[in-house]
């Protein structure tokens, strides 16, 4: 299997096979991870982490995984901070950034820019989320938890909760999570359900998939509960958030109706949608999932910069 | 002593010899902090630099002293280069940014915030100023500063001059140097004289204190004259401001009238505290206090990280 | 020839020696700045990257150089991420700086900014742009390239196009090359044209000059063509922007009529001036002159710093 100079645009670009590859080495990097153990690997590497748009989690565990390894970052955190407002394109920033680096990580509102970027640049990009496109380190630090806390990714049953049509992080984690043939459970209010072409995808990749409304109901017999944020501007009506954002709250007694090892996960940010009452319990996974950032990260750089097979 | 895992929020966190384990450790710090010897001493750890609000001397003075020893920095100068926007709370914040990272050191607007993160954190969080609260190693560097000057803390009568009202630096050093047993005299305007609960704390530690409003009478016999800054919306009357500000100038024929080895401290930035011709001078310590940040945040971070002792 | 602890402000402070000595220092760093080869020659040094104003090249470039190099960078990339609004002058902010560096790289948009800084600091200076004043690094990369790509500077016909009246860029560059005796065409609208001061300069150098408004009738018998953008602003009437905007592009059609090996370059970012179509061919040296960025720069910080002599 060969990464080195590879792009990472999408988690559709890379197979099932690539993908456990991935954790595999993702898992050997955690002592690194953890300050537990030092390492060289990408001394004298330079990353290039260009945020068009604002991030704190992304952005962090880029430059921390990179630095774990004894790699260098150069970038920016917001466009601010470039004189990209003299009316420069994107290609030719890229094409100019990458005559200062080893690899691109880059962040833009814009859908489709990371694989314009890949198609214009000679080193490897990264795609650390293209607006409504893709995201594909989250997904696979979401697959990468799973693994961990469950032991395995498809023989798990994952119910999927909140805004499921917006969320480019739960659609790229159910086509993957249809990779592995896991079951799903789409939990959803109405208007928010899951996009029919996703489901299609999934279906036709042969994961068994079901939908609900009711929270308690159907997270009785799931192994993982993801959630994601449902955001307040989505609904016309305030009422209806509101009443939204009750419903579909995770909190103790919810989970105690569930199987007993369930564990909770979300991409972060947090605003309401799980009870802080959750977080010192054993079924939070959340924090744990945003350390997995780290390892996961620190393959993939590895793993296009050739520092690893 | 032992240092490793602590936080380091308020002054008032250390005892006398915890402050004087501290300063020695970093007097043994400068000959790395000119940059004159190399340390790998943190290397492959991870210091989180969180500046909630802007700042340049604190920030910059903690990313070299993690620098100069070997360690790497991630992090954020502003909030606006972070998602916090999103609705996060600080707690979640914190126990994300800890994932990534072995030390927090942050700047926060709000009273009392890095002790809230204290409580979450796993990792040592070093306050790096919150709000009107703390800001210990501005303390640590004034306290690191008058030793280095004048060859010990207690020996010498300090005038603290100018906002004693408003300004957390005079309250933290006024505690630490009544610690120490330094006389104290606080000059300042009648209406930005220091906070009636200071002048109790610290005489109960059995300082001897003196207050007067008039500069140049009062620092004829003392050995050190700490400046801070006035800042003009504290008076409702500008012709007020005007006024004070005239009166409260450090310059030449005030310290020409002064003790023959006097120096003058300032935290930094100034504005008109400090005629520019004293800069030259012997008695202008403040650059090279500004410098002391350094080796007393090397001190700091190897500690706390376990580095030395 | 000793540049240790030298300021560089203006490429008139250097001689002719000097910057063949300088390039030829950067010709050795190429392998360094692809990440072919690894460095420590600045481990433990620290630069402080201090930019008043935005920039995206200068920046990541230096920061890029320093780290190639095993160094380590602080600093800021706009004045909003620091505490500079708090009424501190320039030169506080640099005799603080200081103390924590070894060298400063800055960028303010203040003509003459650069030149004050180096007053005040004991560390090496290096101005990255100051206002419609200087940027040397910027004149070395572009001599740097014309050499790396014709073999020489001296012996090459050189065509200067655009706004040569506003332009920094192009007035340093025109007095570096008349240092090298090249000869100069000056290609650009009326209003637009070289200042008087400059031409009366390079022309007391020896350096033959002529003028020209037709670019394509300029162009024929060129062996560079420095391209540079026309700022709309600068015109009162949009028309007469227009106009210029489509004479003054370069194309293949142009290219196609000139010497077989004559080569494009442009500062960037561009916007109009050239053609995407130029952008695969041999002519195209613009995105290589971006990354000689970095091994000139490596080479300034090497030789102030005195990591090479």
Redesign the interface.
């Known amino acids: 299997m060969n990464f080195k100079g590879r792009d990472i645009v999408s988690i559709k670009d890379l197979t099932e096979d690539e993908i456990l590859h991935i954790l595999d080495v993702a898992d050997g990097m955690i002592p690194i991870a953890r ?1 537990e ?3 060289d690997l990408l ?4 990353m ?1 982490s260009l ?1 068009f748009e ?4 992304t952005r ?2 880029f ?2 995984a990179m ?2 390894l ?1 790699g ?1 970052v ?5 466009p ?5 407002q ?3 394109s994107l290609a ?2 890229i ?3 990458e ?4 690899v691109i990580v880059m962040r833009h509102p814009q859908e489709g820019s990371a694989r314009m970027a890949a198609e214009f640049a000679s080193v490897p990009i990264i795609n650390g989320g293209d607006g409504a496109g893709h995201h594909p380190t989250q997904c696979l630090l979401d697959l990468f938890t799973i693994r961990e806390e469950k032991g395995s990714i498809g023989e798990n049953k994952v119910a999927l909760v909140g805004d499921l049509k917006y969320g480019r992080t739960v659609h790229s984690l159910a086509y993957a999570l249809a990779l592995f043939k896991a079951e799903m459970v789409f939990i959803a209010p109405e208007q928010l359900q899951m996009p029919p072409e996703v489901v299609e995808e999934c279906k036709a990749m042969g994961a068994p998939i079901s939908f609900e409304t009711d929270l308690e109901e159907a997270t009785g017999d799931v192994d993982v509960i993801y959630v994601t ?1 449902i955001q307040k501007e989505r609904f016309p009506d305030p009422e209806e958030y509101n009443k939204v954002v009750g419903i579909y709250e995770i909190n103790s007694r919810i989970l105690g109706k569930g199987k007993k090892d369930v564990i909770v996960m979300h991409p ?4 309401y949608e799980i009870a802080p009452e959750v977080d010192g319990t054993k079924y939070a996974a959340y ?2 999932q ?2 997995n ?2 390892p996961v990260r620190m393959a993939l750089l590895s793993l296009v910069l050739g520092g690893i097979e």
């Open positions: 300050g153990e030092k390492s001394k004298g590497k330079i290039a945020f604002p991030s704190t989690r962090l565990s430059e921390a630095k774990r004894g260098n150069i970038g920016f955190a917001q601010g901070a470039t004189s990209m003299k009316g420069e030719d920033t094409r100019t950034a005559s200062y680096c080893d944020r972060l940010p947090r605003v924090f744990r945003a350390f950032g780290v």
